[in-house]
């Protein structure tokens, strides 16, 4: 055989590289289609029912719609509740009811978005799930030998403060029917002198002022009122008894 001319060697080597770009890949079968959809869709299946209980166990808890000045007491238009996943310790001191912040005031500023945390509210009190009306608290101490035991939150108490001593005595009842919010007797240098702290509300300023003043300079002497019907006398005196009663005040709460 004849050796190749050097044009007929290239033309040769064209039509086998035309031949090798020409070639192509094979399509994958329909087995491999169907199995990469199949893999496809569950996967997108997976993603969503993780989302699905995701956005179904999260909590809804409050937060702000709309920004609160520090002082301001919060409305409803203030709130909305969000679903939200928080750290267990974050939880527990943020609110999922917000009813519980309707007249709250704000101590902090509160921003559009924010989680409401209970440090940054003073909340309305409540006694057995009752919000309080207005009002004002008065924390006095009082010795636990004039105080009735076994006093709780919720009861009702008349405050009795004794000016004097001997015929010169004269005891005046400060507040009538108050509710007790809270009794502190003990863990505290107080308990050890044999005093407590009460803390009552009081829905009349002149009742505060009084109340106050008497823990000052009185010896004050606390009556449970809880299941009395009547008031007790306005002031006594033991050179000229007075026993005729005050007239009823309207009960806190």
Not at 13 to 22: E, N, P, Y
Not at 170 to 188: C, I, K, S
Request: proline share 7%.
């Amino acid at each position: 055989m004849e050796p190749l001319s050097p044009r007929h060697r290239d033309a040769s080597r064209v039509s086998g590289l035309q031949r090798l770009v020409q070639r192509r890949r094979g399509l994958p079968n329909g087995r491999a289609v169907v199995g990469a959809l199949l893999l496809t869709m569950a996967g997108v299946g997976t993603f969503a029912a993780a989302n699905h209980r995701s956005d179904s166990s999260a909590v809804r808890y409050v937060t702000v719609a709309r920004a609160v000045a520090p002082g301001a007491r919060i409305q409803v238009a203030d709130l909305e509740v969000r679903p939200l996943s928080l750290d267990p310790v974050v939880a527990d001191n943020a609110f999922t009811d917000p009813t519980r912040l309707i007249g709250a005031v704000a101590l902090a500023p509160l921003g559009a978005g924010q989680l409401v945390q209970r440090a940054e509210v003073a909340t309305v009190p409540t006694v057995d799930g009752r919000a309080l009306p207005p009002g004002h608290e008065l924390t006095i101490p009082v010795p636990t030998d004039r105080m009735p035991t076994g006093l709780r939150r919720g009861e009702r108490v008349a405050v009795l403060a004794t000016y004097g001593s001997g015929s010169d005595a004269r005891t005046v009842t400060t507040v009538q029917h108050a509710l007790v919010l809270a009794v502190d007797a003990a863990g505290d240098t107080l308990a050890t002198r044999g005093s407590a702290r009460l803390t009552l509300a009081l829905e009349h300023p002149e009742e505060v002022v009084e109340t106050a003043h008497a823990a000052q300079v009185a010896d004050l002497t606390v009556v449970r009122t809880t299941l009395a019907n009547s008031d007790l006398p306005a002031t006594f005196s033991v050179a000229t008894p007075n026993t005729k009663p005050l007239v009823a005040t309207k009960a806190t709460g």
